[in-house]
């Protein structure tokens, strides 16, 4: 997930270094009085959003499918605890069950 996120995170840096670009020669428009940093940010998220989600496809499946692992591992061991859990109570209750009628036989 790390790696997708730098991944992301450069193709988003690529952009606005572009984007800024672009704005500085004048080829698109300024953003109005002290905005044009906000303007120049916002055009890079736009255009990185839709790059990113067809260059970084493959990275991004990977990444769902060790996070599905993930908690497809984890599920696993929360039921082998609840197994084990739920084995001890029942343990427990039987040999409180047994303790009794061992007590009221008689001798």
Known sequence: MLRYTLMRLGV????????????????????LGDSNGMWIVLLALVVSAPISFVVLRKERDRASVH???????MKANLEANRTQEDEAVDAAEAGAQAQP???????
């Open 12 to 31: 988003f840096a690529g952009c606005l270094l572009a984007v800024g670009g672009l704005v500085y020669f004048g080829v698109l428009p300024r953003g």
């Open 67 to 73: 996070v599905v692992q993930r908690v497809d591992r």
């Open 101 to 107: 009628r061992a007590q009221s036989q008689p001798s």
